[in-house]
């Protein structure tokens, strides 16, 4: 099986950084895209960002400009760099992924527990 285990959640002020990391392990072939996803309390899950295995980026409107996702292909991990955070980016993040689990497999879509972030003073 794949499992995707998120890490780096946790409390920060307004306007601090934190970084999330999320480690994709198992049955893998190959991961093609992968993501961030996040949901508030009350709210739907909503895109954050998403990053092709060639490095093309997606970001939701409400953090571009302050965060930066990237991957190590190697590591099978994808990171989330969260700058100038603001209440508002309060919320649990999931990883997302769509991963082949062999040549034959088409691949299918991944998600992690989530970890939550906490923006306060």
């Known amino acids: 099986q794949v499992q995707l285990v998120e890490s780096g959640g946790g409390l920060v002020q307004p306007g601090g950084s934190l970084r999330l990391s999320c480690a994709a392990s198992?049955?893998?072939?190959?991961?093609?895209?992968m993501g961030w996803y996040r949901q508030a309390p009350g709210k739907e899950r909503e895109l954050v960002a998403t990053i092709t295995s060639g490095g093309l980026t997606n970001y939701g409107d409400s953090v571009k400009g302050r965060f930066t996702i990237f991957r190590d292909n190697a590591k099978n991990t994808v990171y989330l760099q969260m700058n100038s955070a603001k209440p508002e980016d309060t919320a649990v993040y999931y990883c997302?992924?769509?991963?082949?689990?062999?040549?034959?497999?088409?691949?299918?879509?991944?998600w992690g527990k989530g970890t939550l972030v906490t923006v306060s003073s």
């Open positions: 997302n992924a769509h991963v082949q689990r062999s040549r034959y497999d088409g691949g299918m879509y991944y």
């Open positions: 198992g049955n893998i072939f190959s991961i093609n895209a």
